[in-house]
């Protein structure tokens, strides 16, 4: 069974700009997760799609969002971009909804902000 | 607000050695701790989930075990490999009390290196 993909792998935008990142799920699984990593605040939730439903957000600003589609491949978008955005995206998908479950995570998109 | 501490940050050891790595969190209302690893520039690759009425996980070389009462949850490698050498995540699912959902709080991380 494959895995988490996540596209791009790279990216690099300037400020202002807005950018999408996009993840497929394992075949099956229909929650996404979404997290930051960065150097100085660890990894951080973003929010949580189930059956196309934001279910789940963490702490960040409106300039993050995110949809699922009907085959629970999940997109997010960042808009307005500050240097502050530069981290590594991670997604996650799990079979049930919530995160209580096992994740399974992908291998990120690295985004640097010029 | 959930806060999830790990010491050390980083931890070198000769292989072979058994070791253990701390997590610690603020709020004992979880619904489960999760033991994840992570290796450079890749994703995270989950090792052991404990629910929150559990006590102990195993898998292969590795134990985990959660103290919910005092916050505490510590992850055993035994005989350790170079192959083990990764930044190993501890994560707790709780709910937000603002937001009204489940939040995954991680720690920062323990970057382990073990030396052939």
């Known amino acids: 069974k494959a895995g988490v993909t996540q596209t791009p792998r790279y990216l690099i935008k300037t400020r202002g700009q807005q950018v999408t990142l996009s993840c497929s799920p394992i075949s099956g699984h229909r929650s996404v997760s979404w997290y930051q990593q960065t150097p100085g605040q660890g990894l951080q939730f973003l929010f949580e799609y189930f059956s196309e439903t934001q279910r789940n957000k963490g702490n960040f600003p409106g300039r993050f969002s995110g949809r699922q589609f009907s085959n629970s491949r999940s997109e997010m978008n960042v808009s307005t971009l500050e240097l502050g955005d530069s981290a590594l995206y991670l997604c996650?998908?799990?079979?049930?909804?919530?995160?209580?479950?096992?994740?399974?995570f992908g291998p990120g998109t690295r985004l640097t902000v010029l | 607000k959930q806060e999830v501490t790990q010491i050390p940050a980083a931890l070198s050891v000769p292989e072979g050695e058994n070791l253990v790595l701390n997590c610690s969190f603020t709020?004992?209302?979880?619904?489960?701790l999760q033991w994840f690893r992570q290796d450079p520039g890749k994703g995270l690759t989950s090792l052991l989930l404990i629910q929150s009425s559990q006590r102990e996980q195993t898998s292969g070389r590795l134990n985990a075990s959660l103290d919910k009462s005092s916050g505490r949850s510590t992850l055993y490698i035994a005989a350790s490999q170079p192959g083990d050498s990764a930044t190993y995540l501890c994560?707790?699912?709780?709910?937000?009390?603002?937001?009204?959902?489940?939040?995954?709080?991680f720690g920062k991380g323990t970057k382990l290196s073990v030396i052939p």
């Open positions: 996650a998908s799990s079979s049930t909804a919530g995160v209580a479950d096992t994740q399974y």
């Open positions: 709020d004992s209302a979880i619904y489960n």
């Open positions: 994560a707790v699912t709780g709910r937000d009390s603002g937001a009204g959902s489940y939040q995954l709080t």
